[in-house]
């Protein structure tokens, strides 16, 4: 778990469609440790772009899938994910201050000058976890496709052979 610049480069992605019987390798996601016996759950909803803000899944259309982790990395990944759902859950109520801040008929310039470096305070710790430390699996909907996201090139390709994906027939700069 880390830093890893390459995968900022170039993500390791995998594009299913909604309707594909996801598999994961009997193995820990985080450690590779085989027949982990335990399971964290990911979830993606619509739209994405509010999941990536805030942490938090809204939408009518969402999906969730049970990731293998031994009993210490799954531990650990639901204890991140609970975190990461507080810092977003405190960077939404501090954009509804800074919007109601904003927009009350009775604030000054003030109100905007308190209410924005709060917002930027309350975003910051959120955004530099979820790129120093990103999940081992992560997931998005884009269209009708699930876009799964691997820290780990191993994983990643173990990913591809139980869903029997065959890299030639991804799309360019995928592979």
């Known amino acids: 778990m880390g830093l890893n610049l390459e995968m900022l480069a170039s993500p390791l992605e995998v594009r299913l469609p909604v309707s594909h019987e996801v598999r994961f390798p009997c193995e820990c996601a985080c450690c590779a440790a085989p027949n982990p016996g335990s399971w964290v759950t990911i979830q993606a909803s619509r739209p994405a772009m509010l999941r990536a803000l ?8 969402g999906y969730s899938w049970r990731v293998p982790h031994c009993a210490r990395c799954g531990a650990r990944a639901r204890r991140m994910g609970s975190l990461l759902h507080v810092l977003g859950f405190a960077w939404f109520l501090g954009a509804i201050f800074l919007a109601l801040a ?7 310039g003030w109100a905007v000058v308190a209410a924005l470096p709060l917002v930027v305070a309350l975003s910051l710790p959120l955004m530099l976890w979820m790129v ?4 081992a699996v992560d997931v998005l909907l884009e269209d009708r496709e699930s876009v799964f996201m691997f820290r780990d090139a191993g994983l990643y390709e173990r990913f591809k052979q139980v869903n029997a994906l065959d890299v030639a027939s991804e799309p360019e700069g995928q592979t």
Do not use: A, D, N
């Open 54 to 61: 805030t942490g938090l899944s809204f939408g009518k259309e």
């Open 102 to 108: 904003i927009t009350h008929p009775l604030s000054r």
């Open 132 to 135: 120093l430390f990103p999940p």
